[in-house]
């Protein structure tokens, strides 16, 4: 794999217990993919006591509440504030990830009526083909 340019960051802002934000990083080839290298997560009101939850995957989950590193889908987890009245934060990536067509965002929250900061930086990589088929099947979870 070569390595297309500089890193891209992805960073905004979603409502909580809303699965399946998307964003589509399909180009249209399947000789080029994405792989996450980072993700940042922190409340609107970082000051205020709520929890978030973040899941990364490369398809719609049917569950924004568990973290599962069984599931081929899911690929990236953070959390920010748990246990509560912590101010710490922890994230994760597979450093194995390769995303070929869209990326899913899902964030819990203990409080409706809230918002998640995130920030996900990423590198855009030049594939053969094969492997293009192959992260499709994989971030499809079908082994």
């Known amino acids: 794999m070569k390595k297309l340019g500089d890193q891209y960051t992805l960073r905004g802002q979603i409502p909580v217990n809303i699965g399946n934000t998307r964003i589509q990083l399909f180009d249209g080839r399947f000789d080029t993919g994405y792989r996450i290298e980072k ?4 409340g609107q009101l970082p000051l205020n006591q709520i929890e ?24 990236g987890w953070a959390v ?34 809230s918002f998640c900061n995130y920030m996900i930086t ?17 971030n499809r979870s079908q082994t």
Do not use: H
Not at 55 to 68: H, R
């Open 80 to 113: 920010w504030g748990a246990p509560i009245r912590q101010t710490n934060s922890w994230g994760e990536v597979d450093p194995d990830n390769l995303i070929i067509e869209d990326l899913f965002i899902s964030c819990r929250g203990s409080e409706d009526n």
């Open 122 to 138: 990423m590198q855009k990589y030049d594939i053969d083909e094969w492997q293009g088929a192959l992260g499709m099947v994989r």
């Open 39 to 42: 993700l940042d997560i922190v």
């Open 52 to 75: 978030f939850q973040m899941i990364l995957s490369t398809t719609e989950l049917d569950s924004i509440d568990q973290m599962n590193f069984q599931d081929n889908t899911q690929i």
